[in-house]
């Protein structure tokens, strides 16, 4: 009886909260969600009716089974995987020394990490491209320090890396410093030397734990980044995710739009598992 009257109670709190909320927030909420849901509903829709006058799943049947599939995603995750590991290695360090240490440099670093806004996609692929298309020398001598990244599979899939880590940049910088506004970074640090840690072992063990909610989130948005990046993927000529779904939509209509749906459908997935795995570790975090 106890627990229903709990129930009921709080039953009623939520929908008192319900209505006290502003009709117009209400409508801008609605509206904003069928601006998402409507394209989302039309693609699926338009996925399951391959066969005429029947839905049925055999689009994404079809678009599953292509061995190419398999490929270019499992490839994409790879570069997924490995972007967001160096963009954590680079960004996280630096965020952390600007909070402690810099922060006057703050207006500049949140300057450089909003310039994939103003840079296009295709001056970065061109920019690589030319830079790196050719060996890199010694300054007046003939030496060769380097041969042409482009030349070589692994120097191509460096390159993209790097693409992607500056494309995901602002995402995954602001997702770092959101997260690092919730910790107190000077007493953590403090804490930490007093018991004889060095800067590695803060970073790794302090820090990092500190702010795993904030990577998630700016790793699932890097994540998804690169496995729908056309541009650096096409003009690197690697064999990505984001070309093959552009390549597949030229000739067939119904596969790209399943996969397109069950890339979506993949990224809710990751975003409920950080909700799961994460619920309330940000505010937890910020009262230690």
């Known amino acids: 009886m106890a627990s229903e009257k709990i129930r009921k109670v709080a039953a009623m709190n939520i929908l008192a909260r319900i209505r006290r909320i502003p009709f117009w927030s209400w409508f801008w909420f609605i509206l904003g969600a069928l601006y998402f849901l409507l394209p989302l509903y039309a693609t699926l829709n338009f996925s399951l009716r391959m066969e005429r006058d029947v839905i049925g799943f055999k689009a994404y049947i079809r678009a599953f089974e292509d061995p190419d599939f398999l490929k270019t ?12 590991i160096a963009s954590i290695i680079l960004i996280v360090p630096t965020a952390y020394w600007i909070r402690l240490r810099l922060p006057e440099a703050r207006r500049i670093v949140e300057f450089i990490t ?33 041969q042409p990244l482009t030349t070589f599979e692994v120097g191509t899939d460096i390159l993209i890396v790097a693409g992607y880590m500056v494309l995901g940049l602002p995402y995954m910088y602001r ?24 800067w590695f072992t803060i970073i790794v063990r302090v820090i990092l734990p500190n702010i795993r909610a904030a990577l998630l989130s700016g790793a699932l948005l890097t994540f998804a980044i690169v496995v729908g990046e056309v541009t650096l993927a096409s003009f690197l000529g690697v064999p990505a995710f984001g070309p093959y779904l552009f ?6 209509a119904y596969e790209p739009a399943a996969l397109s749906f069950a890339s979506f459908l993949l990224t809710w997935v990751a975003m409920g598992l950080i909700q799961l795995f994460t619920g309330g570790q940000g505010q937890a975090a910020g009262t230690h």
């Open 175 to 198: 997702s770092v410093d959101t997260g690092m506004r919730t910790v107190d970074v000077r007493t953590l640090t403090e804490a930490a030397q007093s018991l004889g840690a060095g």
């Open 73 to 84: 995603f499992l490839y994409s995750n790879v570069l997924a995987l490995f972007t967001i």
């Open 247 to 252: 390549l597949l939509g030229q000739h067939r």
């Open 114 to 146: 909003l310039l994939p806004f103003v840079v296009p996609a295709i001056i970065l692929v061109f920019g690589l491209i030319r830079i790196y298309s050719s060996p890199i020398k010694i300054p007046f001598t003939d030496i060769k320090l380097l």
